[in-house]
């Protein structure tokens, strides 16, 4: 083809494309699908990362912005804006919520994390933003994303009319971002980590009472309270009970801060003190998963006596209540005594009745095992 011919097609081209765009709608929508700018509700959105100084240091600002045209059905249309964030890095799955830590990204009515702002009327049916126009300033920092590390970030922007909701304009941008927090998905997968090895070791506890009916209670009461619910108590193979111990030990030093570990001990302890006896093996597994847990002695103590000084009559060993062990020797044993006699004396005027009755009770233990020990020194 000579280039008389290509430049006699090329006018002709541009005087359909130009007769198109200024026709029927039904013919732009059809040249939309090759030359998008041509669609009534082509709009460009982009997401742009800066570097901002902080009084703590440097942190990255990501800019939302919205370029291009913008139709409605009639004049003078009030209109929304409305943003949603999507992760959507792994592309062989479906794209999952980005949040946002600001209290005006959520709604009372909708579960929905997304951001609603009035943009103002337009000025004119087919308004065209020529420049690119900020509409949402974020931080890094206050996005929330499945899992940490590198992410892709997509925003949908749709530009909608405030009367009917009908959306007038939409697009999608994107960008890659690095994300330092932990996500809500691994958030999610640590407290059921934490929930599920907190229940073995409470189940370990409740079969050395024999399953008490009492004890069952308490396991039930903590299960209806947990988020999300566990559904049952489930099944425990005698056999694996040191495997549960090392495993949930594992689990709750790996994903569990002190304050989850407290809870731990602290439930096998009311589930202990909920049995009809407190035998020797049980208060030698709630020591072991105390050490396992790095509980601090002193802790274990004072959580022990905390839970079962009422029940002293039926332990086998009470001594461990006052942190004393067979290995120590008579004098050993004394000088504890008398520390503990100390403390407990201290607290029979307590104002609280049920403090009293268990200071009564220690008195009386410390005066039974000082009469033992003190024959034979």
């Known amino acids: 083809m000579t280039a008389e011919g290509i430049s006699i097609l090329l006018g ?11 026709g029927p709608d039904p013919l732009r929508h059809l040249l939309s699908r090759f030359i ?41 249309c ?32 909708s579960p929905a ?21 900020t509409v949402m300033e974020l931080n890094v920092s206050e996005l929330v994303f499945p899992r940490r590390g590198p992410c892709t970030l997509e925003c949908t922007l749709s530009v909608i009319e405030k009367s009917g909701g009908r959306t007038l304009a939409a697009a999608k941008g994107r960008i890659g ?7 809500y998905e691994e958030i999610q997968q640590q407290r059921h980590t934490k929930q599920t090895a907190t229940l073995q070791l ?16 308490i396991l039930q009461q903590w299960i209806h309270g947990q988020t999300p619910a566990v559904e049952q108590i489930p099944e425990l193979d005698g056999s694996r009970q040191d495997q549960w111990i090392e495993e949930a030990s594992d689990s709750l030093l790996g994903w569990a801060d002190p304050a989850d570990r407290y809870t731990a001990v602290e439930l096998c302890l009311k589930i202990a003190a909920a049995g009809a006896n407190i035998q020797k093996p049980l208060i030698e597994r ?55 006699y100390r403390k407990w004396n201290a607290r029979v005027t307590h104002p609280d009745s049920q403090v009293r009755q268990q200071a009564d009770q220690m008195l009386n233990l410390i005066a039974q095992l000082r009469s033992r020990h003190a024959r034979r020194v």
């Open 286 to 340: 709630l020591q072991e998963i105390a050490d396992k847990l790095e509980i601090p002695k002193d802790r274990f103590h004072a959580l022990s006596q905390k839970y079962l000084t009422g029940r002293v009559g039926q332990m086998e060993n009470p001594m461990v209540l006052l942190g004393l062990s067979e290995e120590m020797s008579d004098e050993q044993i004394l000088s504890k005594l008398t520390d503990e």
């Open 202 to 217: 409470a189940l370990c506890i409740w079969h050395l009472t024999g399953r008490d009916p009492a004890g069952r209670e």
């Open 36 to 76: 998008p700018s041509l669609d009534p509700q082509h709009l460009s959105c982009r997401i742009l990362q800066f570097e901002q100084e902080t009084e703590s240091g440097y942190s990255d600002l990501l800019k939302i912005q919205m370029q291009g045209q913008i139709r409605a059905a009639q004049e003078r």
């Open 78 to 109: 009030d209109t929304d804006l409305l943003i949603q964030l999507m992760d959507v890095t792994d592309s062989a799955h479906s794209p999952k919520p980005v949040l946002c830590r600001r209290q005006e990204w959520t709604t009372e009515d």
């Open 113 to 133: 994390n997304e951001y609603r702002i009035h943009n103002g009327v337009l000025p004119a049916r087919v308004s065209i933003l020529t420049d690119w126009v």
């Open 177 to 183: 971002v690095i994300s330092g927090h932990r996500g």
């Open 12 to 22: 002709i081209l541009t005087f359909v494309t130009v007769l198109v765009a200024v």
